[in-house]
C-alpha cells in the first residue's frame, strides 16, 4: 500500500482530489492532509508518505519553500498548480510530475502512474532539486533540460541546444559540442517547452535556436545556415513570420 498524503489548502479541491484517488485506486492509502506548509512539514514527519500531492501555492508561502525546509526528500511527489505557464515549462524541463487544475481523471491516473513505475527516489530527489534550480534561474543562461536517455537522464544546457530535428517521433538533438542526442519525444514537446523567441520552428521537422542562426539564404525558395553548418530549408509558410523574428532580436 503507498502512504499518500494531500497539501492542499482548498477544502474543495481537496475533497475532489480524494475521491478520485479513492475511485481509481485500490493501492493508495490516504493518510492525512494538510493546508498550509507548517502543517504539511509536521504531517510529512509524522506519517513518513510515500506520495505526497503538493498544491504550488499555499496561504504561507509556495511548496518549494516547504522542499527547501525539509532535511530529506524520501518521498515522491506530484505537483499540483492552476497557472504559471513559467512553472509548468520548469516541471517539463526537469521530468517531474505535475497535474493541471481542475484536475481531471485522466491526469491523474497517468501521473500517479508514472510515479508507481518509478522505482528509485534518489533520481526522483534529484528531479525536484533540479526543478527548483531552474525555477529560481528563471531565464538565467545556465538554465538546463532533462533529457530522458537509456541511462537515465541527461542534463542539457538549452543555451547549448543548436538545433532540433524531428524524425517520426523521435528527436534528434544537436548540442554545441558537436553532440548529437536521439531522444524518444516529438518535436511538438520541445518546442512546448524551449524558450520562445529564442527557439523557431522554420519547418515541420526542423526547430532551430536563432542564436546560432549564421545566415539566411533567400535562393531556393529560403533556407537556414546555421553555426554548425547544416543547412535547413524554410517552409514559405513560416518564412516571413521566421524573418520578422530574426530582425527583432
Do not use: W
Amino acid at each position: 500500500m503507498i502512504k499518500c498524503l494531500i497539501v492542499e489548502d482548498d477544502s474543495f479541491s481537496r475533497e475532489i482530489l480524494k475521491d478520485l484517488i479513492e475511485e481509481n485506486f485500490e493501492n493508495l492509502s490516504i493518510i492525512s492532509n494538510a493546508s498550509n506548509i507548517v502543517e504539511a512539514k509536521r504531517e510529512i514527519i509524522k506519517h513518513q508518505p510515500d506520495l505526497v500531492f503538493l498544491d504550488v501555492e499555499l496561504p504561507d508561502g509556495n511548496s518549494f519553500d516547504l522542499l527547501e525546509k525539509m532535511k530529506q526528500l524520501d518521498f515522491q511527489i506530484i505537483f499540483i498548480t492552476s497557472h504559471d505557464n513559467y512553472a509548468i515549462r520548469a516541471f517539463k524541463y526537469s521530468a517531474v510530475d505535475y497535474i493541471l487544475k481542475p484536475i481531471k481523471t485522466e491526469a491523474l491516473v497517468k501521473a500517479v502512474q508514472k510515479v508507481m513505475n518509478r522505482r528509485r527516489l534518489v533520481e526522483n530527489q534529484f528531479k525536484i532539486e533540479f526543478l527548483m534550480n531552474n525555477l529560481a534561474k528563471s531565464n538565467d543562461d545556465n538554465a538546463k533540460i532533462a533529457l530522458p536517455s537509456s541511462n537515465g537522464l541527461d542534463f542539457v544546457k538549452v543555451n547549448s541546444i543548436i538545433r532540433c530535428r524531428a524524425e517520426s517521433n523521435y528527436t534528434h538533438i544537436y548540442l554545441n559540442g558537436g553532440e548529437e542526442l536521439i531522444i524518444s519525444r516529438s518535436l511538438k514537446e520541445f518546442e512546448e517547452i524551449l524558450p520562445q523567441g529564442i527557439f523557431y520552428r522554420i519547418h515541420k521537422s526542423h526547430l532551430i535556436n536563432l542564436h546560432y542562426l549564421k545566415k539566411f539564404v533567400k535562393h531556393d525558395g529560403g533556407y537556414v545556415v546555421m553555426e554548425d553548418g547544416e543547412m535547413i530549408s524554410v517552409a514559405s509558410r513560416k518564412k516571413d513570420k521566421f524573418l520578422g523574428s530574426v530582425r527583432k532580436m
